[in-house]
């Protein structure tokens, strides 16, 4: 919640609270890296994603959050390796749209990333409540597809 209320610095300091009492705890990670991010602190919040998608074995929004900073770090290669990874996944393995979305819109890449937003939301994605919100999708509110993709999503 500190992180969708824009208090990075408050929601890394939770963060690091909650890994000297559990440094396993991948979700404590994840936030962690997504906050760092937010405060200019890219090579902290690549290590942190990084660490959480070590620790969560795979988990698919990890990944695609990784694939995003990557991106947004200029590892382009590695987000694009991530990338594909993501869509080559099928059936119960299948990775969210939302998830290859951020990892293109990480890439500048902000068709595509439309493209795969605006299935999320006919599939009724969870992460897209949020498009109003997170900073996650902050990248997106100056285009021409966001007001369509929020009202698709319910959120206009």
Not at 72 to 96: C, Q, V
């Amino acid at each position: 919640m500190l992180f969708l209320a824009r208090r990075y610095e408050e929601a890394i300091e939770t963060e690091l609270n909650a890994l000297e009492i559990d440094p396993q705890f991948w979700l404590a990670h994840w936030v962690l890296g997504i906050a760092h991010e937010q405060t200019g602190e890219r090579a902290r919040a690549v290590a942190a994603l990084r660490r959480a998608d070590d620790l969560s074995s795979g988990n698919l929004m990890i990944r695609g959050l990784l694939g995003r900073i990557l991106a947004r770090d200029g590892s382009d290669d590695e987000a694009r390796r991530i990338l594909n990874d993501l869509t080559s996944r099928h059936g119960r393995d299948a990775a969210p749209a939302e998830l290859t979305g951020l990892v293109h819109a990480g890439l500048n890449d902000f068709g595509a990333a439309f493209d795969c937003f605006e299935r999320a939301a006919r599939e009724g994605s969870y992460l897209l409540s949020f498009l109003n919100v997170s900073p996650l999708f902050d990248v997106l509110h100056s285009h021409q597809r966001f007001t369509a993709l929020r009202r698709l999503a319910g959120l206009a």
